[in-house]
Nanobody, 123 residues
Framework: QVQLVESGGGLVQAGGSLRLSCAAS????????MGWYRQAPGKQRELVAL???????NYGDSVRGRFTISRDNANNTVYLRMNSLKPEDTAVYYC?????????????????WGQGTQVTVSS
C-alpha cells in the first residue's frame, strides 16, 4: 500500500509564508513526478506545481515566482515553499505522486493522492 502524508498547512496572513511537505510511503520503486494541486470552494482542482525525478519543474500561472517546489528523491518527499501568500491562495492543497511503480519488475503505473491539507490566507 502506498500512502501520501501531507503536513504544513494552516492559517497565515496575506504576505506571509508557509511550507508544505508530503511524504510517500509503502512499496515504492519509482515515482515519475510529485507535486501539488489545489481546490478552492466552488472551483475546479488546479495545478500548483510539479517536479519530476530529474528535477524539472512546472508551475501554475497564478503561483509562478512566489512558490518553489523541491523534492527529496531518496525519501520520496516533496516540499512546497509558498511566499507572498494571497487570500486567493486559500484552498485545500493535495499532494500527488504520478506514474508510481511499486516494484522493479512491475511496469504498471498508478497515480496516488493525499487527503489534502487546508491553507487559509487572511486579508
Amino acid at each position: 500500500q502506498v500512502q501520501l502524508v501531507e503536513s504544513g498547512g494552516g492559517l497565515v496572513q496575506a504576505g506571509g509564508s508557509l511550507r508544505l511537505s508530503c511524504a510517500a510511503s509503502g512499496s515504492i520503486f519509482s515515482i515519475n513526478a510529485m507535486g501539488w494541486y489545489r481546490q478552492a470552494p466552488g472551483k475546479q482542482r488546479e495545478l500548483v506545481a510539479l517536479i519530476t525525478s530529474g528535477g524539472s519543474t512546472n508551475y501554475g500561472d497564478s503561483v509562478r515566482g512566489r512558490f518553489t517546489i523541491s523534492r527529496d528523491n531518496a525519501n520520496n518527499t516533496v516540499y512546497l515553499r509558498m511566499n507572498s501568500l494571497k487570500p486567493e491562495d486559500t484552498a485545500v492543497y493535495y499532494c500527488t505522486a504520478l506514474r508510481l511503480r511499486v516494484r522493479v519488475r512491475d511496469y504498471r503505473e498508478k497515480d496516488y493522492w493525499g487527503q489534502g491539507t487546508q491553507v487559509t490566507v487572511s486579508s
